[in-house]
């Protein structure tokens, strides 16, 4: 951590994604997303295991939460998630209040990470993922600004690394004009034009 990386507040953007799912129909529970793989039930189930894991990363709790890999099971919903994932949003966000969550080391998903990479991470988990989630059930969205332009920002400077096509598809271009959301869609390996088929 150094004094030109500051610490950033997750809690406008963890009340962004905290919103989005009250907005959920159990109907849309069964519909695509853009994440191949996951249907709408599933991209919540992954929300709910990220926000744990990020959360306790964030406390430097580490053991099975911070321990295992997202892609060791289809994620999936249990009863009660809807009064659970606004409280485990707004813990997640109280975790990296503490200047402390940014320093030292931790570890997600089975991976150790610079708490200030760790963090970043996490930003970009809930932005991109709250596009997602947003696009798959037709809600309007508008993230955070600083979470977006900090998840654009760490995207951006992942184009590069030779390790990136494990966490993220191929970079989608998108113009020179188009809006920060996009680009920053388009950098996570997705298309800004996505909708789910009717």
């Given amino acids: 951590m150094t004094d030109t990386t500051p610490t950033l507040d997750l809690g406008p953007q963890t009340a962004v994604l905290a919103r989005l799912a009250e907005g959920v129909t159990d109907e849309q529970l069964a ?3 853009p994440c191949p793989q996951y249907a709408v039930r599933h991209l919540l189930g992954h929300l709910l295991g990220l926000t744990v894991a990020f959360r306790d990363a964030g406390r430097k709790d580490l053991g099975v939460t911070t321990d295992t890999s997202p892609g060791s099971a289809l994620p999936d919903l249990a009863p009660g998630w809807r009064e659970d994932l606004p409280q485990l949003l707004a813990e997640l966000a ?9 320093t030292g080391m931790t570890r997600a998903g ?3 990470l610079p708490g200030e990479v760790a963090g970043l991470v996490a930003v970009d988990e809930l932005v991109i993922h709250g596009w997602d989630l947003a696009r798959a059930t037709g809600q309007e969205y508008r993230p955070d600004p600083a979470a977006l332009s900090a998840c654009h920002d760490f995207l951006a400077a992942s184009v590069d690394d030779p390790g990136r096509g494990e966490i993220f598809g ?4 998108v113009g020179p004009g188009a809006p920060l959301l996009e680009r920053a869609v388009g950098l996570s390996g997705r298309d800004p034009g996505w909708k789910p088929v009717p």
């Fill in 31 to 33: 519909g695509p997303t």
């Fill in 94 to 102: 109280a975790a990296w209040r503490d200047p402390a969550a940014w």
């Fill in 110 to 112: 089975g991976v150790d």
């Fill in 170 to 173: 191929p970079v989608v271009p």
